[in-house]
């Protein structure tokens, strides 16, 4: 994408007049967490500083997040240290002097919550202009009533990112991404992965709520059908001791299939992640962090729905695998998985493991 579509040359611009591809402009863009959510954004920055070079974005998140981040033009990450030096109301006022200093021209709010909104207050202050999302509470709302339920599509959270840039006059074209290259291995890594010619499929295999974990019993059976054919390597993902001890004893019993859960650092998941031929993941981060590397992804839903607007980017509806909603005619019951409708605890067992399998084997033969 070497320039900006005509689409947008009529476009006013609140920062001063119409954009420019050798105009200057320097936005703090706001997103604190949780993971998921700040891995969808990296496609959308890709696709506006590959429409707009000159645009200078400083991101403010957790230290954490900013691997994701780091191959990305005109992007800089900046630490919220929302647990120790930024916290509480003073600590978010030294956060905004701190960013003030770095002579930003605008806020994109990307978050919506508490710190964010006395973040924003603070830069109302100081006569910066700020953006904030529309997270559209209300249409999720009735998307997750147990009665009279609006059961429809939301725009994504991609699209909802996207249009606080075309607020300050920076319009972009979800529909033309491109993505990076595969990383380099780590030699930690390959040590781990070996050098094979089998297809490399990663399973996430857990999720934030156990309402949209698929059964463990019934991912074994996934799991015993790939490595049982014999053309694939199997690694799993996952974090937390618990996790990991479970993900330990899986892989055990089988020849192709390696857990990588506490073995790597962040940055080595995502380098392998971008060496993946397919990623199978729960509602949860790891699908969003495959698709930002442009990796085929097959999502399992629960309780969540893909109408929600939380779907992997730009991956087909069909490798959205849902339950049986006829069965259960109430889900989606909520947005994140944490609220549970009375007799729905079992809705992912409606997904049969040969589903899964067959649409394995479809994407990658």
Known sequence: MAGRSSQFEDFAHPLGGKPK????????VIRLSAMGDVAMLVPVLRIVTATYPNL??????RGFFAPMFKDIPNV??????????HSGFVGLCRLARELK?????????LHDVLRSNVLRYV???????VKQIDKGRAEKKGLTADNNKVF???KSTHQRYADVFSEFGYPVDLKTPFFPPKQKLSPKTLEITGKNALKWIGIAPFAQHDSKVYPLDLMERVINEIDNEGKAAVFLFGGGKP???KLEKLAEKFKNVVSIAGKLSFEEELALISNLDLMLSMDSGNAHLAAMFGIPVITLWGVTHPYAGFSAFNQPEENNILPDLNRYSKIPTSVYGNKFVEDYEDVMRTIQPQKVVNKIREISP
């Not at 591809?21 to 703090?28: G, K, N, P």
């Open 21 to 28: 591809l050798d105009e200057v402009a320097h936005i703090l």
């Open 56 to 61: 200078k974005i400083t991101l403010l998140t």
């Open 76 to 85: 800089k990450v900046y630490e919220a240290d929302i647990s120790g030096l």
């Open 101 to 109: 200093e770095l002579e930003i021209d605008a806020v994109a709010d």
């Open 123 to 129: 830069f109302y202050l100081y006569g910066i202009p």
């Open 152 to 154: 429809k599509q939301l």
């Open 243 to 245: 996790e990991t001890e």
